[in-house]
């Protein structure tokens, strides 16, 4: 996790001074979150003027879920939208009583602006729940993404064989969607990847694919179905090169474009028409 400070400048696009920015989405962006409280509005405008036009918030927790509901409502036009979940290290404060009020905040607010269920999964690297909790919640938020047929968002850290079979345990019982969600911040095998794949998951890139010492995550995007692929910027963390050190903003974006542009061999235009077709089609945005 990088420390949360001031970024120096504004990211400029590698566009002619002339052209319009390309359009991106940052599909997995925190900015209802205490680093944006002084500047959000500036920050949105940054985004949007490096082509960020739309930009996903997930949520952690119950409490957290619901300030990014608010958040985007209070800020109509910005291309604001929400994702609604527990995430691992706060499983064990997921009651049952949680769980329904989860489930109503998506009844209530279901495509404006809540589009998915997330951030959910598991994380054994800090083991801040009790793995048998975050299993046992995780599933319980996959089974609500079924029950109300909309896209999840899976954090999967050193995690990964419980996160396939929490998985196929609630599909046993009632078949995935066509697009079941996206893992987020990919940082797997390629072996993985062909199984997620496979079940019709989509791939979640960050700002790590940047660093010098990138290099299964860069296997895995060479070979990865460009239909498949999403950009993220997991802000106010994972600040991609050169402004790693800094918090991050969804206006760095083109720079992790840039990287996949480079390892796919197409242009950055490329890249920012396809990613933004595959995050739309992900979570249903117009």
């Not at 790590?208 to 993220?232: G, M, Q, Y």
Request: glycine share 6%; with cysteine.
């Amino acid at each position: 996790m990088d420390c949360l400070q001031q970024p120096s400048g504004s990211f400029q696009q590698p566009t002619g001074d002339q052209l319009p920015p390309l359009e991106w989405i940052d599909s997995h962006a925190h900015l209802q979150g205490k680093p944006y409280a002084q500047d959000l509005i500036e920050v949105l405008a940054h985004s949007r003027a490096t082509g960020v036009h739309t930009m996903l918030l997930p949520g952690t927790d119950l409490a957290d879920s619901q300030t990014a509901v608010d958040l985007a409502l209070r800020h109509p036009g910005q291309g604001l939208v929400v994702s609604v979940g527990v995430h691992p290290h706060d499983a064990k404060s997921l009651t049952p009583d949680g769980l329904s009020q989860l489930r109503e905040l998506v009844l209530q607010h279901r495509s404006h602006p809540v589009v998915a269920i997330g951030e959910i999964g598991l994380d054994y690297h800090y083991d801040f729940s009790p793995r048998d909790v975050q299993r046992d919640v995780f599933r319980a938020q996959l089974e609500l993404a079924q029950e109300l047929d909309l896209p999840v968002i899976v954090h999967d850290r050193e995690a990964t064989a419980d996160c396939l079979s929490v998985i196929a345990e609630v599909a046993a019982k009632r078949p995935l969607r066509e697009i079941p969600g996206v893992f987020h911040c990919y940082s797997g095998s390629v072996e993985t990847a062909v199984i997620l794949l496979k079940m019709g998951f989509y791939l979640g890139f960050d700002g790590p694919i940047t660093f010098k010492n990138a290099r299964k995550a860069l296997e895995v995007i060479a070979s990865c179905p460009h239909d498949r692929l999403v950009l993220e910027t997991d802000s106010p963390y994972l600040t991609p090169v050169p402004h790693r050190g800094h918090r991050n903003t969804p206006e760095y974006i083109p720079l992790i474009g840039a990287k996949v542009a480079e390892i796919w061999g197409c242009d950055l235009a490329e890249v920012a028409v396809q990613t933004t077709a595959n995050a739309r089609k992900l979570f249903g945005l117009s």
